[in-house]
């Protein structure tokens, strides 16, 4: 059922919880939530959740509820603050994180029953594959998550592969049907809301929670300098990619290639750097067809839909689609990679010599007081001289 906008104010009690998923805007509206808390909190909205050790603490209450270890970096005593924190607010309240899709249904009714229970109204997003499957790679690539190819990987995603981890990433949080199902079955269909993404109003996401959560119109909007989770060119994914996977079992150092890599991210674009290419004519195919019956599926599921679910459909291709995909990678963006490589190594060797000479003068100076303390000398500082001679050596 298709909802107005003046139709999305939520009650002044509500808990507004957004479970993205990933790759749906979720990034670019955290940081907006996060920038604008104090703007927030005068309209009688507390946001919850934007901190680091906030998120790593719901990671830990989703992943690993009934341990009070610490697990993926967050600690459940956070998790137990932050969920009082939601308990005592007055007046509206809004948690965004995305790894929320991906709960299964013993999460999603965890999620919905600390965080407000009977109050807890749920937004997802759906967006277009067309755009999403290209953005995932993309992060996939970027975390080291894969080394394989666009099309390879297109391949996985777009296959019956649901034990392959790749293929769960996809479509454990973008099932739509499933999805809702899930979060429907731990909140009431009258508290879901699922806004269909419009490629062309970067604005409607945050535009819509300014709406359930009675907000002015542009209390959400981001900062203009700040680039949220800014894709790469094509060349770039590729040389990341690549450098991997020649790397693979190797012993080079892992923040040795991190930095390589931030680096690379970070430059300024060369020219002639490609974007990604269009879908290849196989997968745009099939990528055609779910589209459709996504579409189809979100007039059918019974919830509140901000949007138009024709959005999920395919447009024509922008250019003949190919099987074929190569990356051109312009020589300076090849010639920055090797040269950034060797300078870090550089620096690397030069703190490794520094730290050896600092053992080195550590040795020397033991020495000297074993030999002035007279008796009982011989021995140990024997051993010492032979520590000394293999680390110059």
């Keep these: 059922m298709s909802t107005e906008p003046e139709d999305l104010l939520l009650p002044e009690d509500a808990r507004l919880v957004h479970i993205g998923p990933q790759k749906t805007g979720s990034t670019a509206l955290q940081a907006a939530i996060h920038e604008h808390r104090a703007a927030m909190r005068e309209h009688g909205v507390t946001a919850v959740g934007t901190e680091p050790e906030e998120r790593r603490a719901l990671w830990a209450a989703l992943m690993h509820h009934d341990s009070p270890e610490p697990r993926y ?166 040389v990341a990619r690549l450098l991997a996977r020649q790397l693979e079992g190797s012993d080079v150092d892992e923040a040795l290639r991190k930095r390589v890599a ?17 879908l290849p004519s196989w997968a745009r195919e099939r990528v055609a067809e779910l589209s459709d019956a996504r579409a189809e599926l979100v007039r059918a599921l019974g919830v509140a839909v901000v949007g138009d679910p024709d959005h999920l459909r395919l447009p024509p291709a922008a250019s003949d689609a190919s099987d074929a995909s190569p990356a051109v990678v312009p020589a300076e963006l090849a010639a920055f990679t090797v040269a950034t490589a060797l300078e870090l190594a550089a620096e690397r060797e030069r703190a490794l010599r520094a730290e050896h000479d600092r053992v080195v003068r550590r040795l020397r100076r033991r020495v000297r007081r074993l030999r002035d303390s007279g008796s009982a000398v011989a021995g140990p500082a024997g051993g010492v001289r032979d520590r000394l001679r293999r680390l110059r050596s």
Excluded: C
């Design 73 to 238: 970096g967050g600690d459940l005593a956070r998790w137990t603050a932050l969920t009082d924190e939601v308990a005592q607010a007055r007046g509206r309240v809004v948690l965004s994180n995305e790894s929320l899709g991906k709960a299964d249904d013993d999460g999603a009714r965890r999620m919905v029953g600390a965080l407000g229970g009977d109050r807890a109204h749920v937004l997802a997003v759906a967006r277009r594959l067309d755009r999403l499957l290209p953005s995932q790679w993309q992060q996939r690539v970027r975390m080291h998550a894969t080394s394989l190819s666009y099309d390879e990987w297109l391949e996985v995603v777009l296959g019956d592969h649901p034990d392959d981890p790749l293929w769960r990433n996809i479509w454990v949080p973008h099932d739509l049907e499933g999805l809702v199902a899930r979060w429907t079955e731990a909140a009431d269909p009258a508290r879901f809301t699922l806004l269909v993404a419009d490629e062309s109003d970067r604005r409607l996401l945050s535009h819509t929670v300014e709406r359930m959560l009675g907000l002015p119109d542009g209390t959400l909007r981001p900062e203009e300098t700040h680039r949220h989770n800014a894709s790469l060119s094509y060349g770039r994914l590729e």
């Design 262 to 278: 931030r680096a690379m991210k970070r430059h300024e674009p060369f020219p002639a750097e490609q974007r990604m290419p269009e």
